[in-house]
């Protein structure tokens, strides 16, 4: 309920808000758990395998517990934690993993069952019959067992993704970290401070410590309001640095303030790559719990969490509390909860020694050994030196110690080290590079401390950056020594938690340990210990200390499991950012794509750019029709497709020809200039790599063609040959493909549709096959080469991009009149068919060039990449599987790429397999289906039959071996 | 004699405003990329001066003035463009320069963008991994870096004034990726 007092929240605007379909009034301010605990609801989640009712146990992001759903359909957001959720108007929050509702849960009968469900129990148990395992006892256990889910629409929530650099990132903004700041920006270094809460503070938020003679938030709020004033200095609140990565990045998630959030365009986090030269890690501590049965009562809370909320959100979780611990932290709970006139039924020190100076029943040297109260703790149960007492609580707040926030200097493979004196894990030195730690994430717990710890660790980075540090008065502060006395568990009967989250009680820790999983890590993936989206935050030390006591060993030898980025949970599409639908990759669209799609042409992805399938005309239904027809306007009269995708490389200077006669198969140093050759690149390895054609422009200038889906590919590897293999030669080459846009004019009548188009007409005696040279379109100057991919006479125009898709539209309207039109890719892979020309489905990067029918293309009189491996035993011969031709002859008429090539009485099995098909396709031409296919000997099977097997489709069909190139053998066609 | 229109590569994608930013599509004029060939660095610079008034630019740097070029203004600048390569903006090379180097049209290659106001320099951190902090990529500072998933050239024109060149096929991805980048901005009051 909510209390007076001077917490910041003070009188704050009311805000509607519902749980679970009830609606509440909360504060500005509040956190969806202090409105809820101010409107004293105790129940907040069930716990992920038991059922258990669970309250609200901490007041941060490490909370296990209280763990909730909000938004619907591809807004929905499970598993957000009540302790980090801001209220805001209309916030319609659900609880999660409870059928049919929180207070009454019908699987909250696996907890009685309890004494089944130990560690371990389902290997043990549903082992048998196997089958089950999957359609049975898997769906049947997740559906018990679990957190919230996802809602299964595609998410529509904006997340985007941001980097920032400085000169020195600090982590946490309480005591240190704001004098790390300070300091540092006094000094003039880029500084950005990230703390996960919605205000800089830390604890000074949550306690009554005064630094500086004013309230330590007073304090806080004057740093910060220094710090934001400063041009040197990034303030990001509710950003929590998820993980330490090489280089000094570090990720970070940003969760935008709600009324952020809800404007339009606005996202709802931000994940961050902050690149720092140095680091200062002030993440602070959490409040470790004790364990005892049934110590996951709602109702028991940490220490820490009931002074946040008595201190700043003036909630009191209880009408009576107890307070237990085993450190001063206890005493200083019982003052403030005095202080805000709550009354606290029973101070337990488990320290023998202890003395109170408090007007609270005091119980020195006495534990909390049980918790009453199924929905909601009404009374705890006490070992004390003379006996056992019950005492009436509604809450109770405990404290085990403090567990230093190590995590982050741990991600990359560093191990903490275990300080006896305040028996907790403190970072290791030097365990992340340009990271040091401060504060009470060091294992320094006093105020003053704390803020000589930040000034120490920013002078240590001012150092490293060359930077001259400020004097820097400490300010005033309470520097009292840490008294902890050690206790993990409370003996006793009944289950005594220790991962709230994961329901992993002391209990499953000793099985492990008497199962033999006596390493942490064992024990850990025994007992999903850790495993929880909290990640072992509040459970890790306890667990490890249990085991240690179970396995006779001391802790620092027993080690601590490894803490593994994030720090807290970051949802995948806050790591994708960017990357969802289209934003998966950029789109390469040529400059005719408009027009293509106007025509209703369906567009593929070649590599990131969209190229056309086919162009339907009007009555046609099926892409076969468009296909077909296209291909018989090519044969028939012309055609006109862009080709604008392939890559194209413009390769200058004296050497130029040196380095074609190197990367190629064959030769080019000898093409004559205005002539076009094709050529084969061979990898290192003696495998084809692609192939193209290249012109020679002038003396010294060569244009090299690519295949779309390996330009990249190409261009790396020529700059590769260059810059490692010979930069002694004086030979520069860019890329121009973005530069021109280019179209195959195909076809009988490619002539005549050319001629009418360029400012003065070629003949052929000019302009035999493979020529090229500069031609004039409407006065603007063009690139003309005479070269076919379809076996038809042909041409490719290539125009400055600007006039692509006028050129295109030009040719188009002016083709339609000849009886032809535009052709798209399924057509252009018929006509190469038919021609028997190669693509990558054919050099797919197993091919050589003598399987592919090119051997006498690799140049005897001179060397180059590929040619010595290409030599190699293996590489060629008869057993090599060659490029053949296939037709089908037997009864089914169909072939299918993918299938393997069989002796016709063989049993089709992949031992007997002699080959398969790459491409296939109906040709329009020769009235039947077409095939390439590689079969082993194969040019030496021309006219022998053989059976295709396509297992996944079950097509079975007789082919004849013939040769690749199935029209037009001699080529008259294209050489006009 | 048949007509031919010419079509910039941001036609009917620009000018995008959003709050106070706005993109906008810049004509640089002719754009050449100048690539010299072994030892001839310094005599192309010479050349470069004498011909088009301007030095050749060191790696991460631009010569002359492009902000007045994206302005529209008729002069020549030089952007550097990778390994000993640069962008030759705004003027026909002279062809003297073809003895020093290897020259190439570019001027239909490259989208030209400029984002310019408040808020701009905000946008470009969602999109870029680069250090955009004014000490270290100042005024005529220039990298080739990623823009979300593209490869990008981004020049600084001023505190909040970016020149991006992308290839040309990914105009439409590049106007889509700064508009939703320059949404978030706004949102957060940032621009």
Redesign the interface.
């Known amino acids: 309920m909510r209390i007076g007092g001077e917490g910041p929240i003070g009188r704050g605007r009311r805000i509607g808000f519902t749980f679970d379909g009830r609606a509440y009034q909360g504060l500005a301010g509040d956190t969806l758990a202090s409105a809820l605990l101010a409107n004293g609801v105790r129940v907040m989640g069930r716990s992920f395998k038991y059922h258990r009712p669970r309250g609200v146990m901490t007041a941060g992001s490490e909370e296990p517990n209280a763990l909730v759903t909000v938004g619907r359909g591809g807004l929905q957001e499970p598993n957000l934690r009540a302790t980090q959720l801001e209220l805001h108007e209309g916030l319609a929050a659900r609880s999660q993993n409870r059928w049919p509702s929180l207070t009454f849960d019908i699987l909250a009968l696996n907890d009685l069952a309890s004494p089944f469900f130990g560690a371990g129990f389902y290997y043990k148990t549903f082992m048998w019959p196997r089958a089950f395992w999957e359609r049975v006892y898997e769906p049947m256990i997740r559906r018990a067992a679990g957190l919230g889910a996802l809602s299964g629409a595609p998410s529509d929530l904006?997340v985007?993704?941001?980097?920032?650099?400085c000169d020195l990132l600090v982590i946490g903004a309480g005591p240190a970290g704001l004098m790390a700041a300070l300091t540092a920006a006094r000094a003039g270094a880029?500084v950005i401070i990230a703390d996960e809460d919605t205000r800089p503070g830390g604890r000074l938020n949550a306690e009554t410590i005064e630094v500086d003679g004013v309230p330590g938030r007073d304090w806080a709020a004057e740093i910060t309001a220094e710090l934001s004033g400063m041009d040197n200095v990034r303030v990001m609140t509710r950003t929590t640095v998820t993980g330490a990565y090489d280089g000094g990045t570090y990720g970070a998630l940003e969760r935008?303030a709600p009324e952020?959030a809800a404007?339009?365009?606005?996202?709802r986090e931000?994940f961050w790559?902050i690149?720092a030269r140095r680091a200062v890690l002030a993440a602070g501590a959490l409040e470790r719990p004790i364990a005892f049965a049934n110590n996951d009562r709602p109702g028991v809370m940490m220490a820490g969490a009931v002074r946040a909320y008595v201190n700043r959100w003036c909630v009191s979780p209880g009408r009576s509390v107890a307070v237990f611990g085993n450190n001063s932290d206890a005493h200083r709970t019982v003052a403030d909860l005095l202080a805000a006139g709550v009354h606290v039924s029973a101070l337990i020190d488990a320290r023998h020694d202890a003395t109170c100076s408090l007007d609270v029943p005091f119980y020195p040297g006495a534990q909390v050994s049980n918790a009453h109260g199924r929905c909601g703790l009404e009374a705890v149960s006490i070992l004390t030196p003379s006996g056992e007492e019950k005492i009436e609580a509604e809450c109770l707040a405990m404290s085990g110690g403090w567990n230093p926030s190590v995590h982050l200097t741990c991600h990359m493979n560093g191990r903490p080290d275990w300080r006896e004196d305040i028996a907790a894990f403190v970072p290791r030195p030097g365990a992340v590079p340009g990271l040091v730690a401060a504060g009470v994430a060091r294992g320094d717990f006093s105020t003053r401390a704390c803020l000589q710890g930040g000034v120490a660790a920013a002078r240590e980075a001012l150092t490293a950056l060359g930077r001259t540090a400020p004097e820097i008065d400490i300010p005033g502060a309470e520097d009292s020594r840490y008294d902890i006395t050690p206790i993990w568990s409370v003996p006793g009967r009944g289950r005594a938690w220790l991962d709230f989250q994961n329901d992993v009680t002391v209990k499953d820790v000793r099985l492990a340990a008497q199962e033999n999983f006596r390493s942490v890590e064992h024990m850990k993936r025994y007992t999903t210990q850790g495993m929880a989206p909290d990640q072992g935050k509040n459970s890790n030390v306890n667990a490890l200390a249990v085991l240690a006591d179970a396995t006779g060993r001391a802790i620092a030898e027993t080690g601590t499991t490894t803490f593994r980025p994030p720090y807290v949970p970051v949802s995948i599409a806050a790591m994708g950012v960017?990357g969802r639908g289209?934003?998966f990759?950029?789109?390469?669209?040529?400059?005719s794509h408009e027009l293509s799609v106007a025509r209703g042409a369906p567009m593929i992805e070649a590599g990131?750019?969209y190229r056309p399938s086919y162009f339907p005309a009007p009555g046609e239904s099926h892409w076969r029709q468009s296909c077909d027809r296209e291909v018989l306007m090519v044969r028939n009269a012309v055609g006109v497709t862009d080709v604008s995708t392939l890559g194209k490389i413009?390769i200058?200077?004296?050497d130029a020809a040196a380095l074609l006669d190197l990367v190629y198969a064959n030769t080019f140093s000898t093409l004559k200039p205005g002539r076009v050759r094709y050529g084969l690149m061979l990898r290192e390895d003696g495998h084809v790599m692609d192939d193209g054609t290249t012109a020679r422009l002038g003396e010294n200038q060569y244009l090299m063609t690519t295949t779309t889906a390996a330009a990249g590919l190409v261009m790396r590897h020529l700059e590769f040959v260059h810059q490692c293999l010979r930069p002694d030669w004086?030979v520069?080459?860019?890329s121009?493909?973005?530069?021109?846009?280019q179209f195959a004019i195909a076809g009988p009548k490619s002539a005549e549709l050319l001629n009418g188009?360029l400012?003065a007409p070629v003949a052929d005696a000019d302009w035999p096959f493979m020529s090229c040279g500069p031609v004039s379109?409407?006065?603007?100057g063009a690139r003309l080469f005479r070269i076919s991919f379809s076996g038809e006479r042909g041409y490719e125009l290539a125009?400055?991009?600007?006039?692509?898709?006028?050129?295109f539209r030009?040719l188009v309207a002016r083709a339609e009149p000849l009886g032809g039109g535009p052709y798209g890719m399924e057509a252009l892979n018929v006509l190469r068919i038919e021609k028997g020309f190669i693509t990558h489905a054919e050099i797919h990067g197993r091919t050589t060039a003598f399987d592919i029918g090119m051997g006498g293309m690799v140049s005897k009189a001179k060397d180059c990449i590929g040619k010595a491996a290409a030599a190699r035993p293996g590489l060629s011969g008869e057993e090599r599987e060659q490029l053949v031709g296939l037709k089908p002859v037997g009864t089914v008429k169909m072939l299918v790429p993918g299938a393997h090539l069989f002796e016709e009485g063989a049993e089709a099995v992949s031992d007997n397999s002699q080959g398969y098909i790459t491409s296939a396709a109906f040709s329009p031409t020769l009235g039947h289906f077409l095939g390439l296919g590689f079969l082993r000997n194969g040019r030496a099977r021309h006219g022998q039959r053989v059976r295709m097997v396509d297992h996944l489709k079950g097509v079975v069909a007789i082919c004849e071996v013939q040769d690749p190139v199935q029209y037009d053998r001699d080529g008259g066609r294209m050489r006009g | 004699?048949?007509?031919?229109?010419?079509?910039?590569?941001l036609a009917g994608l620009v000018p995008v405003t959003?709050g106070r930013m706005t993109l906008t599509e810049v004509d640089l004029g002719r754009l050449t990329?100048v690539?010299?060939?072994?030892g001839r660095d310094e005599g192309l610079s010479e050349a470069l001066k004498a011909a088009h008034g301007i030095a050749a630019p060191e790696p991460g740097r631009v010569t002359g003035r492009v902000a007045a070029r994206a302005s529209g203004r008729d002069e020549a600048c030089a952007i550097w463009f990778g390994q000993?390569?640069f962008l030759l903006a705004g003027a026909d090379p002279d062809p003297a320069l073809a003895q020093y180097?290897?020259?190439?049209?570019?001027?239909?290659?490259?989208a030209c963008a400029r984002i310019q106001g408040r808020g701009a320099t905000?946008v470009l951190?969602?999109l870029?991994?680069?250090?955009?902090?004014p000490a270290?990529f100042r005024r005529g500072h220039t990298a080739r870096t990623e823009l979300?998933?593209?490869a990008a050239s981004i020049t600084r024109l001023g505190e909040d004034d970016y020149l991006i060149l992308v290839?040309?096929?990914?105009?439409?991805?590049l106007v889509?990726?700064v508009r939703?980048?320059m949404?978030?901005v706004?949102?957060?009051?940032g621009g």
């Not at chain 1, 121009?736 to 846009?741: H, L």
């Not at chain 1, 379109?777 to 603007?780: H, K, S």
């Not at chain 1, 125009?799 to 050129?807: D, I, K, S, T």
């Not at chain 2, 004699?1 to 590569?9: D, F, G, H, I, W």
Request: with cysteine; aromatic share 6%.
């Open positions: 904006r985007e993704k941001a980097w920032a650099h880029d935008l952020v404007r339009p365009g606005a996202p931000c790559r690149v960017g289209k934003g990759a950029p789109q390469r669209l040529t400059t990131l750019w413009d200058q200077g004296p004086d520069r080459m860019v121009v493909t973005e530069n021109w846009a188009l400012d379109v409407g006065g603007v125009v400055p991009a600007r006039y692509g898709e006028a050129l030009e | 004699m048949v007509e031919l229109a010419p079509k910039s590569p959003v990329s690539a010299p060939y072994r000993r390569m180097a290897a020259l190439s049209d570019q001027s239909d290659g490259w905000q951190a969602r870029t991994p680069i250090d955009l902090r270290a979300q998933h593209m290839f040309r096929a990914l105009a439409g991805t889509q990726d939703q980048a949404q978030g706004a949102a957060r009051g």
